[in-house]
């Protein structure tokens, strides 16, 4: 239930920030929303990474020979790739479309494909019940 609870409040705080990037609410800086929801972020980080060793201790040779497990895993890390090359790229020249202004083409795709991983993580996550 932790776990859970807290991969809500992550991948709640990344698609809202992702659906600002993409348009909605321009009237609120990308950047205050960056600041605002990072703190929600650290705080979901802080019960999924403990709650998620626990259950992989609990049962360690059943989720290393799951595919829908390692698929997972690889999801997390592409999502966490997508996230460093959009802060490394795209979202150097923030100040340029901070407010009312439309995000580039790269990184309105960029949080498109975030929206799209956190989604099959979710779904691998409820697979993993069934596998």
Do not use: E
Request: charged share 10%; glycine share 6%; with cysteine.
């Amino acid at each position: 239930v932790v776990h859970i609870l807290g991969f809500t409040l992550l991948v709640g705080a990344v698609v809202m920030f992702d659906l600002r990037v993409l348009g909605l609410s321009r009237g609120i800086q990308v950047t205050a929303l960056a600041r605002h929801l990072l703190s929600w972020a650290i705080a979901a980080l802080l019960l999924i990474v403990p709650a998620g060793l626990m259950m992989f201790s609990a049962h360690p040779h059943d989720f290393a020979s799951n595919d829908v497990f390692l698929l997972k895993l690889c999801l997390i890390a592409t999502a966490g790739l997508n996230a460093v090359l959009f802060h490394v790229g795209v979202y150097r020249s923030v100040m340029a479309w901070n407010t009312d202004a439309p995000a580039p083409a790269v990184a309105r795709v960029q949080a498109l494909f975030s929206i799209a991983i956190w989604i099959s993580v979710i779904f691998c996550g409820r697979l993993l019940a069934y596998t």
